[in-house]
């Protein structure tokens, strides 16, 4: 018992402190694609609280990586117009599930932009 409880909280514990990754740092990314990948899930972002009150507007443009099953394995801002909007789009799109991007028919592992839109009147 005392060795599994042992591996046990060794694994949690290199689960807790694994780095994520970069979109830089991903590799055997598709260059093109027969088909891009399609937006499934897509829960929004957190409006900051202050901004939606002062009637603040934005957009973020998210660099991110896509894998072959939908998933999002890195992102990062490559652009905003507003800082406070940064993690709230980050977050959201950490939870994004696409469909795939397809070469050949077969599914690739791709690179792309999504703008994440703030708008104070909605």
Not at 3 to 16: E, N
Not at 87 to 93: D, F, K, R, T, V
């Amino acid at each position: 018992m005392k060795r599994f409880l042992t591996i046990i909280v060794s694994f949690l514990l290199t689960c807790g402190t694994a780095k994520a990754l970069t979109v830089a740092e991903v590799t055997d990314v598709t260059p093109k694609v027969d088909v891009a990948p399609v937006p499934m899930q897509t829960p929004p972002p957190k409006y900051p609280q202050e901004l939606r009150k002062a009637g603040v507007s934005g957009v973020v443009l998210v660099t991110l990586v896509i894998d072959e099953t939908g998933t999002v394995l890195a992102s990062e801002v490559k652009k905003s117009s507003q800082s406070e909007f940064e993690a709230p789009a980050l977050a959201a799109i950490a939870n994004w599930k696409f469909k795939p991007a397809l070469l050949a028919d077969k599914a690739v592992k791709v690179r792309v932009n999504i703008p994440i839109r703030f708008n104070a009147g909605e």
